[in-house]
């Protein structure tokens, strides 16, 4: 959590999930798990520490079945992923790949390798976004949407996201109040705003969407971030908070 979204949101995270009966074990490893022929009992850890288990559950993240894209030929990415352009466009002609199952460069950060992008609001709009593409190619209007994700914590908090600071950034710009839970993070990078966070404050990502999309530089936006009382809509068009 620290590394993708900030210390800040990380402690907060914890704090939330401490208070709700979880324990945290950070920065151990697991070397082994024990049980009878039946059930797993004990997890054990290479500096020694134990933890009973009744269910243990792996998370060591996916990797997306391209069976039909590789006997279609498509090429397919390192990641394993079906290598597309800013576009969504495959090696194909005419083909788009949306979704987890896409290797995709994303412009809005200039990532300079590519990456997959999972997350159940960001494979909608990455969906939008080829159907724009394939209107586009035929006479049609497209339009860019940027890359969106959440997450439910149980019923303790829900975690929406949406840009892409994976790159790193070098400030942070916290609106509302973490203690009480109700905040955004808006992530900064070389002076310009690349992505946001949002818990509890969900209406905060509208404009931030629009303010990524429209790189806005961190001076023309600091303040008004800062103060839950501005109109964060009335800082249209972004255009004009543009860096050169």
Not at 64 to 86: N, R
Not at 99 to 105: L, M, N, S, T
Not at 143 to 162: A, G, N, Q, T
Not at 170 to 197: M, T
Request: charged share 30%; with cysteine.
């Amino acid at each position: 959590m620290q590394i993708g979204f900030g210390e800040q949101t990380g402690k907060y995270v914890r704090s939330v999930l401490e208070e709700h009966g979880v324990t945290i074990l950070g920065g151990k490893q697991v070397e082994a798990l024990s049980g009878d022929d039946e059930r797993v009992e004990q997890l054990v850890c290479t500096d020694g520490t134990t933890v009973d288990a009744q269910l243990v559950v792996i998370g060591v993240g996916a990797v997306p079945d391209v069976m039909t894209a590789k006997g279609a030929g498509l090429e397919i990415g390192e990641s394993g992923g079906i290598k597309v352009d800013t576009q969504l466009r495959a090696s194909a002609d005419a083909v788009y790949a949306a979704g987890d199952c896409g290797r995709v460069r994303e412009r809005a950060v200039r990532r300079s390798s590519p990456h997959r992008a999972p997350g159940c609001r960001d494979r909608d709009g990455q969906d939008r976004r080829a159907q724009h593409r394939r209107l586009r190619a035929r006479g049609g209007r497209g339009v860019r949407v940027r890359p969106v994700l959440w997450s439910d914590l149980s019923d303790w908090l829900s975690l929406e996201y949406v840009g892409n600071a994976s790159k790193g950034w070098d400030e942070e710009l916290v609106r509302g109040s973490i203690d009480d839970g109700a905040f955004s993070v808006w992530y900064v990078k070389d002076g310009v705003l690349v992505a946001a966070l949002s818990i509890g404050r969900p209406e905060d990502l509208m404009d931030a969407r629009r303010l990524i999309a429209g790189r806005a530089a961190v001076d023309a936006i600091r303040d008004a971030v800062l103060d839950i009382s501005t109109d964060l809509g009335a800082l249209w068009p972004p255009g004009r908070m543009s860096r050169a």
